[in-house]
């Protein structure tokens, strides 16, 4: 059999081994995480008005020195970035019924956290380049009942931001910056995720930077940084002690970031501009190799932005290809090119949506008077979106290992291989 053949057909594997799995905990972080055992204080939070309410001494450091790290006036740690956009979403002030613009390209977090809050997402389309909501559909998809728009700067790259929040200036409209996976990139030389009324980051196992679970919201509106501290922990405990009048969703939780993950938390903070650094070199070498191969889009970097590369995103034109996505995701699998994804969850048409069924079984808050209108969840609303998933996207999931130069050859190595044999996978 020819090394030429395609693995998929019978030949041999360009890639024979295993990528080295991402792991940037080192010997700091442990020995942080030791530091802190040995004290005996896992924890210092308190549930009531008191000056333990903001947490133990390291959850306080790690908030001052995310301060300094992003350029923002606050933060505030939390457990998860789940609770993080939970946070988000109540402490600007969103009512029962109001509708949220948010995009069907990113985690199922990002929508369920307006559902928590009783109000109603709004599905937007997506921009070809970048992925991120499209402000032209955006601002179509505004109502009367609008409140709010949750940007996500998808896969490692910014939302055109400045658009959006002059949307939101015009419209009177809040905005929340879901910048989980895209920690340490750059927007117009300022921190992606900063630029919106509030915001943050995953601290999640696979992102660039993570404690194993954990957040990190940041803001520069003090009252919006009050009521994330008030809903991190136990509001309805804490506010008749503190004095807060503005009892709209403080409904306080345990959100509550330990002090073993903030002492990982500052030794990680410290590595993140070299991370990040490393997974761009990574990601350039990548679109260096691949350049040249018919049919297939690499990432674009719009101007006066960086790419942290979470993931790296593809576009296929397989119709000048003439090989459906899956056979040539079958074809680069089979050379052992692990850690590819075709598609990209359309969360609007996820069941919950589809059948509009969230609290209970009859169908609210949608079937409730607090709905104010039909929302459409229709395949079909988010047309550039829906394409991609279903057709021309393809993935590869860079966030899930540390490639060295050898590794990167090799993928590319793969990809040509598979693309000098493509006429070999027409059906």
């Not at 970048?130 to 505004?142: G, Q, R, W």
């Not at 409140?147 to 959006?164: N, T, Y």
């Not at 690499?298 to 056979?327: E, N, Q, W």
Request: proline share 4%; with cysteine.
């Amino acid at each position: 059999m020819s090394t030429e053949t395609l693995a998929l057909h019978g030949g041999p594997k360009t890639i024979t081994r295993p990528f080295k799995r991402y792991n940037p905990i080192g010997k700091e972080e442990v020995d942080a995480a030791k530091a802190v055992v040995e004290t005996g204080v896992l924890s210092k939070f308190l549930g009531c008005w008191d000056p333990d309410f903001y947490g133990g001494p390291k959850v306080q450091e790690f908030e001052r020195a995310c301060e300094k790290a992003f350029g923002v006036k606050h933060v505030v740690t939390v457990n998860s970035w789940t609770s993080g956009l939970i946070s988000a979403v109540g402490a600007i002030g969103i009512e029962p019924g109001d509708e949220v613009i948010v995009t069907p390209w990113t985690m199922s977090a990002s929508a369920t956290a307006i559902l928590h809050w009783n109000a109603i997402p709004v599905f937007a389309d997506i921009e070809l380049e970048t992925f991120n909501l499209d402000p032209k559909s955006v601002e179509a998809n505004i109502t009367p009942y609008t409140k709010a728009i949750m940007a996500v700067d998808i896969f490692g790259h910014s939302c055109d931001i400045d658009a959006l929040m002059e949307i939101a200036r015009r419209y009177n409209l809040k905005v929340i910056t879901d910048t989980a996976q895209s920690p340490g990139a750059l927007y117009k030389a300022q921190v992606t995720g900063t630029l919106a009324h509030v915001g943050g980051y995953s601290l999640n196992y696979h992102k660039h930077i993570h404690t194993g679970e954990g957040g990190i919201l940041v803001t520069n509106d003090d009252e919006i940084f009050e009521r994330l501290q008030l809903i991190r922990n136990h509001a309805e405990a804490v506010v008749a002690g503190k004095g807060v009048s503005n009892l709209s969703n403080m409904v306080g939780y345990n959100f509550r970031l330990g002090e073993i993950e903030a002492a990982i938390g500052l030794e990680q903070l410290n590595k993140l501009n070299g991370l990040v650094k490393d997974r761009q070199r990574t990601a350039e070498r990548l679109t260096e190799g691949l350049k040249g191969l018919p049919g297939l889009r690499t990432p674009i970097v719009k101007p006066d932005c960086t790419h942290a590369y979470y993931v790296y995103p593809m576009i296929l034109d397989v119709d000048s290809l003439g090989v459906p996505r899956d056979r040539i995701y079958s074809a680069l699998d089979a050379e052992g090119v692990t850690g590819l994804v075709m598609g990209c969850a359309n969360i609007h048409l996820l069941p919950m949506y589809q059948q509009k069924i969230a609290y209970g079984s009859s169908g609210f808050p949608w079937s409730s008077d607090i709905c104010h209108r039909d929302v459409s969840y229709a395949k079909g609303i988010c047309p550039v979106a829906e394409e991609l998933h279903d057709k021309t996207f393809l993935d590869f999931g860079i966030c899930a290992y540390h490639l060295d130069d050898d590794d990167v050859d090799l993928i590319v190595s793969a990809f040509r291989k598979v693309w000098r044999n493509m006429k070999t996978l027409v059906s």
